[in-house]
């Protein structure tokens, strides 16, 4: 029981820490000075943490505000998940999905999915594989007559609708979903006692500028606690939770691929610390429990405890504890499959350079998965 008990809470925390970055600072040109300079929310600041008066933010640059059409396709059965019943039931996948929210709010009215992790967990060979769907992915939305960006499916019907339209748009068959915000993150990080990351001095200046620039009204130190800047040098440098949230999420001081590297290394640095024993399992449960407001899932806690007994029979802890790689990573779409587009109302997307293309990413994506392609009926 107890064995089954620490199984839950790593699971909760697997669901928790995959969901971890809702939105990202808006790149600035190269022409500037980006170790003096972050933009912040659509604002420039110093590293100071200082509101730079008068700059404006290059127009390409500002975030688009969604005004695509919204109208009804009446035809569509909207009680379906759209389910791939031909793909194998020796994994199970779960839809991650984050949200830049600072509070309890989870209403997916004002919510865009802007982060969304498929994590497939393989009950015959212990794996766990994670692949990214980028937020700006212009798709089918099931339901609605024109397509949109694929974050949008989140605000307009939640779980369901997010996990239908990858379903939909890749040959999937997702029935479980999570949505994280970023305080749970934090909470658990700190639980952890922080972590030890090797940063660059720009890192470290960019996550001094970022909760400068916000006072932690979503931090979950105390009102007394003074946080000491990270030194602006190269090297190993000891981060809390919400230091280390703002790592994951820095795009401003090179790209977007950068930055999902750095979630990647967060992910396997809490994930690894939390298998190795880096924290005693009850007080992680305990604390999970605490965090669950944070989160929103469509899993029963029985669900939880059976898909944790499947990874431990998997044999995933042992192979952890001997060494063994515990993430393996992917990204929709592929490279040279995409480009940048502009929409009638003037949107920008990432869309599919061909069908032919979207056709190899759903077969690359199964194969990652599944070792290869079932196409759907």
Request: hydrophobic share 40%.
């Amino acid at each position: 029981m107890k064995l089954m008990k620490r199984l839950t809470a790593l699971l909760l925390a697997l669901v928790m820490l995959l969901g971890m970055t809702a939105a990202a600072e808006d790149e600035l040109p190269d022409s500037l000075d980006m170790e003096d300079i972050v933009v912040v929310d659509g604002v420039a600041i110093n590293e100071a943490g200082e509101e730079i008066e008068g700059f404006v933010i290059p127009e390409e640059l500002q975030e688009v505000v969604e005004i695509l059409d919204a109208e009804i396709d009446d035809t569509v059965d909207v009680g379906s998940l759209e389910l791939n019943e031909n793909l194998p039931d020796n994994v199970i996948n779960i839809l991650l999905i984050g949200i830049d929210s600072r509070s309890e709010e989870l209403d997916e009215s004002n919510q865009h999915g802007d982060v969304q992790i498929i994590v497939s967990i393989n009950k015959e060979e212990g794996t766990i594989k994670l692949t990214s769907v980028l937020r700006d992915l212009y798709v089918t939305i099931p339901g609605y007559k024109s397509k949109n960006r694929i974050n949008v499916a989140y605000q307009r019907g939640g779980g369901e609708l997010a996990m239908r339209t990858i379903n939909h748009n890749f040959q999937m068959n997702i029935e479980h979903y999570v949505v994280i915000n970023f305080f749970g993150l934090a909470s658990i990080i700190d639980s952890l006692g922080g972590m030890d990351i090797e940063l660059t001095k720009q890192e470290a200046g960019a996550i001094n500028a970022y909760i400068k620039k916000h006072p932690p009204k979503y931090d979950n130190q105390g009102d007394d606690y003074e946080r000491v800047p990270l030194e602006k040098v190269n090297g190993v440098q000891h981060l809390d939770g919400i230091q280390a949230v703002m790592y994951a999420r820095l795009r401003s001081i090179d790209n977007d691929f950068a930055r999902s590297a750095r979630q990647r290394n967060l992910l396997e640095l809490l994930l690894k610390k939390v298998t190795e024993g880096g924290m005693d399992f009850d007080k992680l449960f305990s604390l999970l429990e605490t965090c669950l407001p944070y989160a929103k899932t469509n899993m029963s806690l029985s669900d939880m405890g059976s898909i944790a007994m499947t990874v431990l029979q998997s044999g995933l802890l042992d192979r952890v504890a001997e060494g063994g790689s515990l993430l393996e990573q992917n990204r929709i779409p592929m490279d040279d499959t995409w480009k940048y587009d502009t929409t009638d109302s003037g949107a920008s997307v990432v869309v599919f350079r061909t069908s032919k293309r979207l056709k190899e990413n759903i077969e690359a994506l199964h194969e990652f998965i599944y070792g290869e392609y079932y196409p759907a009926d």
